[in-house]
């Protein structure tokens, strides 16, 4: 069974960080790209970060230099840290395991509500 499970949402002040954290199992991480991606109320989910298994990154334009996502193999982990938050990066956020970086997801996690506001 694929389990991928978030957290480190919250409501934080334009301009304040956060930390997302999206847990799995060994297994997960040495079979899938692991990714991040937001939802806005009334759009289509988007891509924010991803990483391949041999550890390569892509960054959206949207958040690029803001926004970094890394991992921990040994705690089967991906993060996303979040710097310089924006009202407008308010959205639900979700970690996705996928085939590979260029495909959509295949398993996601139940989703973090991040809000930014003063």
């Known amino acids: 069974q694929v389990q991928l499970v978030e957290s480190g949402g919250g409501l934080v002040q334009p301009g304040g960080s956060l930390r997302l954290s999206c847990a799995t199992s060994g297994t997960i991480f040495r079979m899938y790209a692991m990714g991040w991606y937001r939802q806005f109320p009334g759009r289509q989910r988007e891509l924010v970060a991803t990483m391949s298994r041999g550890g390569r990154t892509n960054v959206a334009d949207s958040v690029k230099g803001r926004f970094t996502i890394s991992s921990d193999n040994a705690e089967n982990a991906v993060y996303l840290q979040m710097n310089s938050l924006k009202p407008e990066d308010t959205a639900v956020y979700y970690c996705?395991?996928?085939?590979?970086?260029?495909?959509?997801?295949?398993?996601w996690g139940q989703g973090t509500q991040v809000t930014v506001s003063s």
């Open positions: 996705g395991a996928s085939l590979g970086p260029a495909e959509a997801p295949g398993f």
